[in-house]
């Protein structure tokens, strides 16, 4: 399997943000979207995460929100991202049902992410490979463990944290499945549409 792009959204958007959504999601291929708005409250994402959705789901781009599996349900989105600190993979598999798609962070764990397989997970994340500015990461994961977890598991691998068009491409050699990038995009020197386009030349070998 190609390696694929994961797009995050920033913490913080405004309406208009889906704009530049689309541009980046029309520039290349994109597996998926999470919606990760960590400085928004609730109410607030329950007003700007649907044109997202939207704007994701209509390009064939699956939609994931990060934290709250009720409330991805509620908002019709195709799976839920938790975190160690959040509901238990078990927890939001419960909530979710079986048809959406599950993801969860395992950081730099090999435990963490046998477990979460166990529970039904539908990937893993592992991270952060690179200093980030989007979160607070507790954790420094090495590549060689992508390429561990490749090797042995059928269960997709994601690759998260700090991740640039510069420096992703030991990841790709390593064995990610996909490519988790926030900043990477949104903040890149020409443009979403422009690192969109670099990162899937990376994953196609060029």
């Not at 979160?135 to 590549?143: E, Q, R, Y």
Request: a negative charge.
């Amino acid at each position: 399997m190609t390696c694929q792009l994961y797009l995050i959204t920033p913490p913080r958007i405004d309406a208009e943000f889906v704009d530049m959504l689309v541009t980046a999601l029309e520039a290349g291929e994109v597996a998926a979207l999470q919606i990760r708005l960590k400085d928004h409250s609730v109410d607030e994402i329950k007003s700007l995460a649907p044109p997202l959705i939207a704007a994701a789901q209509d390009r064939d781009v699956a939609v994931i929100l990060n934290d709250d599996p009720e409330l991805a349900v509620a908002l019709g989105c195709d799976g839920v991202h938790v975190g160690q600190g959040d509901a238990s993979a078990k927890q939001a598999r419960a909530a979710i049902g079986p048809k959406r798609m599950l993801g969860v962070t395992c950081h730099d764990s090999r435990h963490l992410a046998m477990q979460a397989g166990e529970a039904g997970a539908d990937y893993v994340a592992f991270g952060a490979f690179y200093p980030t500015t989007t979160k607070d990461a507790p954790t420094t994961a090495d590549p060689d463990i992508l390429t561990w977890w490749s090797e042995i598991f059928e269960l997709p691998c994601v690759a998260i944290g700090g991740i640039t068009v510069e420096n992703a491409r030991p990841l790709i050699e390593a064995g990610a499945d996909f490519l988790a990038v926030s900043s990477g995009v949104w903040s890149h020197v020409d443009g979403p549409a422009n690192a969109v386009i670099a990162f899937n030349a990376l994953m196609r070998g060029e």
